[in-house]
Structures are given as C-alpha cells and as structure tokens.
C-alpha cells in the first residue's frame, strides 16, 4: 500500500498507539535481566519512538510538535570523539555514555538538552574510525539483529561493538536502556499534556508508564553473537589502539593507600584489568596485545577531577604506554 493510499491517523489514536508503545518499552526494559531478546524488542520500540525511519519521524517527536511539549531533558553530553586529534589516531573504540546521575562522577555537570538533538547528533560509539549517533545506533540494532525485521547480514562495526565488553557487559546496552529511560521521561511528559488538554486517558496497565529510576546494568558473561555471523571482524592483536579513563569518587584515589579495582575492559580477544595498588602503583595486566601477556606496574599520581586517562598503542611486537598524554613506556611484547 502505497502513503496516497493510506488513511491519515487521529490524534487521540496516534496518543493510543504511543500509550502502547511506553508500556512495551518499558515492559521489556523492566525485564531486560532475563535476556538478550528483550534489547531486540527495546531497540524496535526505540526505532519507532524517537528515530526517522522509512521516510517518518519518531512518534515522539510528531506527538511532542504537535502538542508543543518540550524535549528538553538535564543530562551529561559528553563530546564527540574528534578522529583529527593526535589521540584519536588508530583509535579502536570509545563510548561515550550519556550521564543521568550525577552523584558520582564531578566531571559530569548536567545541562540542559534537547533530547532530539542529542539522539541525531551525539555520538556515544567511536568504532573502527567512526562515530556512531543513538539514532544510528537503535536503528542498526533493530533492523540488523531486532524484531524491526532480522537481515541477513549484519555490518561490520556492528559486529565490532558484539565483540567488546566492560565488566562482562557490552557497553551499548547501557547506552540504549538510558535512550530508553529518557524516553519513557519524555513519553510521559507528553501524555500528561495530552490528559490536561483534551483529557486523553492512559489504558488500564499493571504498572504505570512514568519511568523515573535507572536499571542496574546486568553482570556476567554474555552471550558472543560474533560466533553467529558468516563474516567475523578481524583480528587487532597486530596493531590497535585502547584508551581508557580511570575516575573514582574518591578524588585521592590515585595517590591514598588503597585499592582500587575499576574492572576489565575487553575488545575481541584483548583483555585489560586495571587495578591501583598501594603505595600509589597502577596496575596493567593485558592479555592478547600482538599474542601475548603481561602486566606492567607504573606510579601513579595526583590527578584531578578527570581522573586518569590511560592509552595502549601497539604494532607488533612494539607496545606504547600513555598516562595523561604522558610517555611512559615502550617495549616490546615478547
């Protein structure tokens, strides 16, 4: 059926439809624990909420146009990665995660967005040279591995990002429950508007759509969907580049006689623990750099509300270590 064809949807039932819509997204938000195919359902729901598909804005952004309800939401927007920088060079990845919480990390000081700017504009994925929005991001997931409709094949950045975990969890998956939690926000937001003006009232639900609470991410070993595809990423055991920053909220973290494990950060089959020991000593255990293990142990210093910053560059068998921008090491890995 062609657009000519069809019957131009009431504004009473588009409100209906985005009803359903909040109670679906946030159904399977609430069950996202119980497994991987309740991201696919939450990356569709996504898709048709708040990003341009098949020649169609979000029904998010109809709703909120036409009602004249803002999109504005307080949150951290961290900067897209700049592949000009000198840093940004051989850059494997990077992610750069929206903040809704503010208690911890003093960097992250909250402003005031548009939400639909930052879906179309920002870039939480740096991946293989290239920035990823959130809209690109749900869309991939959803057309590529969701109930949207499954292809075939799945593009290779995409592969890329099923191959990398932080703490045993795929680092986009946070990512799209916060997209999603902020527009459960917004969703609500315009129901209520839609109640005072024309009293539009919500179906009967055994929970209400007013999401306010974050999920805690999940833990634990995921499934590795690179195993499923016909072609897999290649190797960056030869030559690579990972950056990483280290914060906590202890500001005296770095220099106190603690010990501070921050978890491991996984890319394919490279694997790095950072852990800061006393007295003031950061340690590096690395597996998979140019095919092999090791652990380096450097001083640590005093460093300030941006924490550590730290980057492991490698072509075999050289590997480079950085903290802060600063040189600390070269060797090689033999």
């Known amino acids: 059926m062609t657009s000519r064809q069809r019957v131009k949807k009431t504004h009473e039932r588009n409100l ?10 946030e159904d399977h938000l609430r069950r996202l624990d119980e497994g991987d195919a309740h991201l696919k359902v939450i990356a569709a729901e996504l898709r048709v909420l708040i990003c341009f598909s098949s020649g169609t804005e979000g029904l998010l952004w109809r709703l909120a146009d036409d009602l004249g309800v803002s999109d504005e939401v307080t ?47 920002h870039e939480p994925v740096f991946i293989s040279g290239k920035g990823i929005t959130h809209e690109y991001l749900i869309k991939a997931i959803a057309q590529q591995m969701g109930t949207a409709h499954e ?43 839609a109640n005072r003006r024309i009293n539009f009232a919500r179906k009967p639900r055994r929970f209400s759509v007013s999401y306010g609470g974050g999920l805690q991410a999940r833990s634990g070993t995921a499934k590795n969907y690179a195993g499923d595809f016909e072609q897999t990423g290649s190797s960056i055991e030869v ?5 990483f920053r280290l914060i906590h909220e202890n500001p005296d973290w770095a220099t106190d006689k603690n010990t501070y494990v921050f978890g491991e950060i996984q890319k394919s089959s490279v694997r790095i623990d950072p852990t800061k020991r ?47 921008g600063q040189h600390m090491e070269t060797f090689d890995a033999i």
Request: negative net charge; hydrophobic residues 40%; contains cysteine.
């Open 16 to 25: 209906a439809d985005l009803d359903d819509h909040l109670y679906l997204l």
């Open 75 to 121: 949150i951290f927007v961290p900067e897209n990665v700049d592949p000009t920088l000198p840093l940004s060079v051989g850059l494997i990845f990077s992610f750069n995660p929206l903040e809704t919480d503010f208690s911890g990390d003093p960097m992250s000081v909250p402003r005031k967005y548009s939400f639909r700017d930052v879906i179309k504009k």
């Open 151 to 193: 292809d075939e094949g799945i593009e290779f950045s995409l592969l890329e990002m099923e191959s990398i975990f932080v703490r045993g969890v795929r680092p986009y998956i946070p990512k799209l429950k916060t997209d999603a939690e902020l527009a459960l926000k917004m969703g609500s937001r315009i129901l209520r508007e």
């Open 239 to 243: 030559e690579g580049t990972m950056a």
């Open 278 to 324: 006393p007295p003031n000593i950061i340690e590096l255990k690395v597996k998979g750099i140019c095919g092999k293990d090791f652990t380096r142990n450097y001083p640590a210093f005093p460093c300030d509300e941006r924490g550590l910053r730290v980057a492991i560059s490698w072509k075999t068998p050289e590997v480079k270590i950085y903290m802060n």
